[in-house]
T-cell receptor, first 113, second 114 residues
Framework: GENVEQHPSTLSVQEGDSAVIKCTYS??????FPWYKQELGKRPQLIID?????GEKKDQRIAVTLNKTAKHFSLHITETQPEDSAVYFC????????????FGQGTELSVKP | EPEVTQTPSHQVTQMGQEVILRCVPI?????FYWYRQILGQKVEFLVS????????KSEIFDDQFSVERPDGSNFTLKIRSTKLEDSAMYFC????????????FGEGSRLTVL
């Protein structure tokens, strides 16, 4: 089955700097790669996603890149703000089969003012 | 905007008791899921449900767990005899399948087993 590895587990940056979180996946059938932001005690909230027919996607300060050959994808946050502080999870699934979403271990991002 | 709703938000129970967690998925969704998250850990898949039957389940989802969609709107997770290690946040999610991909998560039900 699918296995998703995520690193780093914690990341501390200064406000205004960029943050990069990386994930690898194992199942070549996976074709959908979302990123979730989870604030303490809250549900995971989708912030951006990418499908396997696309190499990069950007939404304002957030971008995701996907390398299908290497089976890795990354989240890039530019101009970080204190409100970006949260736990970020990557995930992978084969959506054509209604397949389960498999999460990475999470990255606790701390943006220091 | 439609959303997945879950009840209760928090339940405290004694070890060995049965617990039912309830979810109302988004109405036109066809795929339903339960996930759990032990405090400070990642979100773990428990079970997926499609066309009124379990389509996939994880190793965590043993004989103590069951799911049901009793009335076409609710989707329930039952834990027959709770253990201390069942203490976690349980998230319900639903999706349309197909090429949209996105799963919509509920706010979660926090289960505390004493």
């Amino acid at each position: 089955g699918e296995n998703v590895e995520q690193h780093p587990s914690t990341l501390s940056v200064q406000e205004g700097d960029s943050a990069v979180i990386k994930c690898t996946y194992s199942d070549s059938a996976s074709n959908y790669f979302p990123w979730y932001k989870q604030e303490l005690g809250k549900r995971p909230q989708l912030i951006i996603d990418i499908r396997s027919n696309v190499g990069e996607k950007k939404d304002q300060r957030i971008a995701v890149t996907l390398n299908k050959t290497a089976k890795h994808f990354s989240l890039h946050i530019t101009e970080t703000q204190p409100e970006d502080s949260a736990v970020y999870f990557c995930a992978a699934r084969d959506y054509n089969q209604g397949g389960k979403l498999i999460f990475g271990q999470g990255t606790e991002l701390s943006v220091k003012p | 905007e439609p959303e997945v709703t879950q009840t209760p938000s928090h339940q405290v129970t004694q070890m060995g008791q049965e617990v039912i967690l309830r979810c109302v998925p988004i109405s036109n969704h066809l795929y339903f899921y339960w996930y759990r998250q032990i405090l400070g850990q990642k979100v773990e898949f428990l079970v997926s449900f499609y066309n009124n039957e379990i389509s996939e389940k994880s190793e965590i989802f043993d004989d103590q767990f069951s799911v049901e969609r009793p009335d076409g709107s609710n989707f329930t997770l039952k834990i027959r005899s709770t253990k201390l290690e069942d203490s976690a946040m349980y998230f319900c999610a639903s999706g349309t399948g197909g090429n949209t991909g996105e799963l919509f998560f509920g706010e979660g039900s926090r289960l505390t087993v004493l």
